[in-house]
């Protein structure tokens, strides 16, 4: 997408408010860059320029197929588990490609596609997200992530058969991950447990030909729904029960609980209700909430405290509740190996600038919970935005589909590519992988 003067290069929102997963922020000079970074910026060499070549005429010529690819997603979006034209479009697309596909594998929208080579090695796994949100399509750009997902899984089959390496690929769909934890169910089912490393993408806005390599928030989803009793609000208000009132309580409730949490907590909710009407005393109303906050045991804290305002809510309006609370996203955890393989590849060839924000702020994703599973990593990259068109606005639907989208798309896909080929030929990277993996905290929960 152009900006107001017309030019897609230069039309980048850069805003220092986006979470750090989805935006490559600028980092500030007192603050000292994480290792991956560091690392970046005094490497010399890129691992196995042979096989980079191999990587990227291999995806420059499958450049057609994956921007027509890309296109068919987000022209036919779908909401959380209900991607089947996401679904079959891209397994076939696989299968057709010599991988092995599984259809509705675990998941009724899940599919898995396999490539092995040899008797041995390492599995890559790599993730393709496909779900859109509601209204606004793929306004979070997971077409782009898809064909991410799609294209490192090929490029690294043709970089394996050219170079003779053992080894598999496993290329998961995964679905919802807008709300519904997908990739939680599939690690439930065991999906990742053949896996070595995982690898995936996210695009956002922020400078041109930019890389962000940061943490999301844990998060947690609470549905509550209130169930008082009708009366006519003139004649005889007082024999009613107003859920709508303890909707509103709870709403006003938490807004005072914001000036009490910390500056990297989140708390956002939506009132719904059906059939109310000025002169009927609501006897039903429904909120949903997500809570937010930079680990496991903070969004602990944080979502008992949501809790008590929904609590104290009922209570004073004498309704009835019912409470659904969702399983937790964790926060997003980088390995420090793959990272710092990545970088360097993205740096060194592509001149990209790479970047980490301090903490984790903004949002949230089920791939966290992969991390504290296995070795992986989850950069963003920047694409080219309008003005305050960031993620979750339709500006972000049009601007996932532009030209430059893909582009930038392509060049992470490289880049990544090259990392997870690494991770399956080179048994000292791989023992750093894991050795950074084992060296990372598990979740407090």
């Not at 955890?333 to 060839?349: D, I």
């Not at 690494?422 to 050795?435: G, I, P």
Request: aromatic letters at 6%; proline letters at 5%; one cysteine or more.
């Amino acid at each position: 997408m152009a900006n107001a003067s017309g030019s897609p290069e230069e039309s980048s929102n850069i805003n220092s408010n986006y979470p750090s997963c989805l935006i490559a922020s600028t980092r500030r000079s007192d603050v000292q860059p994480p290792t991956y970074i560091a690392a970046a910026e005094v490497a010399s060499e890129i691992f196995r320029p042979d096989v980079l070549e191999t990587i990227e005429r291999t995806l420059d010529t499958l450049d057609g197929e994956l921007r027509e690819l890309s296109l068919k997603i987000h022209d036919h979006p779908e909401v959380k588990f209900e991607e089947r034209y996401a679904h079959d479009t891209l397994s076939s697309f696989m299968d057709s490609h010599g991988f092995k596909t599984t259809t509705h594998y675990l998941m009724e929208t899940a599919w898995r596609a396999e490539y092995i080579r040899g008797t041995d090695g390492r599995v890559l796994g790599i993730n393709s997200e496909m779900d859109a949100l509601p209204g606004i399509g793929h306004a979070c750009g997971h077409n782009l992530i898809a064909i991410c997902g799609v294209g490192i899984a090929l490029a690294v089959k043709a970089a394996m058969e050219k170079h003779d390496i053992s080894g598999k690929i496993v290329l998961l769909g995964t679905p919802a991950e807008e709300g519904g934890g997908g990739k939680i169910t599939l690690i439930e089912k065991g999906a990742y447990k053949d896996m070595h490393i995982c690898l995936m993408s996210h695009p956002g806005p922020g400078p041109k030909n930019s890389v962000g390599i940061g943490s999301c928030l844990a998060s947690q989803a609470i549905e509550v729904e209130y169930h008082g009793h009708s009366a006519h609000a003139a004649a005889a208000p007082w024999e009613g029960q107003n859920a709508l009132d303890a909707a509103f309580l709870a709403y006003s409730s938490v807004s005072v609980l914001r000036q009490q949490i910390k500056p990297s907590h989140r708390v956002h909710g939506v009132i719904e209700g059906k059939d109310w009407a000025p002169n009927i005393i609501p006897d039903y109303a429904k909120m949903r909430w997500v809570a937010r906050a930079p680990s496991g045991s903070e969004l602990d804290a944080l979502v008992k405290r949501l809790l008590a305002c929904i609590d104290a809510a009922a209570i004073a309006t004498s309704c009835k509740k019912t409470v659904t609370i969702s399983r937790a996203y964790l926060d997003l955890r980088q390995n420090a190996a793959l990272a710092a393989q990545f970088a360097n590849t993205l740096n060194k060839r592509y001149d990209t600038l790479i970047t980490s924000a301090e903490g984790a702020i903004g949002g949230s994703t089920d791939f966290g919970n992969v991390t504290y599973e296995l070795p992986a990593i989850h950069p963003s990259f920047a694409i080219p935005t309008q003005p305050n068109g960031g993620n979750h606005t339709a500006l972000f639907t049009d601007a996932a589909r532009a030209p430059e989208a893909h582009k930038a798309t392509m060049t992470i896909t490289k880049g990544l590519a090259l990392t997870g080929f690494r991770a399956l030929d080179d048994d000292a990277f791989y023992e750093s992988v894991r050795k950074a993996f084992e060296g990372s905290n598990r979740p407090n929960q």
